[in-house]
């Protein structure tokens, strides 16, 4: 049974930084992509981040780049996400997900090449 724990959300002023963590278990995870997306209310689920399954390969939505990092530790089973710059927009529940193709780092932007989804994790950024 896979499973993913997200951990790091909270509240922050604008301009302030969260680093998010995501612990996944039950699978191999370093044969499998990694994702996070975010969902504000009243809007659909958005990609924001996305990192293949060696590490190497790293995407991110046009919105977050040069504020967000992604990275992975294989041997501790873990994706982080650190913010920087937070602003208000950013606010919203934040999901870590694993890709359902192993050794596959494409179409990351898209849910649909997610299989597992972590229960997320809330983060408030404040004006």
Known sequence: Q???VESGGGLVQAGGSLRLSCAASGRTFSNYAMGWFRQ???KEREFVAAIGYSGRSTYYADSMKGRFDISRDNA???VYLQMNSL???DTGVYYCAVSNTAYSS????SPRKYGY???GTQVTVSS
């Open 87 to 89: 602003k208000p927009d």
């Open 76 to 78: 501790k089973n873990t």
């Open 117 to 119: 989804w972590g229960q």
């Open 106 to 109: 494409t179409n990351l932007y």
């Open 2 to 4: 896979v499973q993913l």
């Open 40 to 42: 504000a209310p009243g």
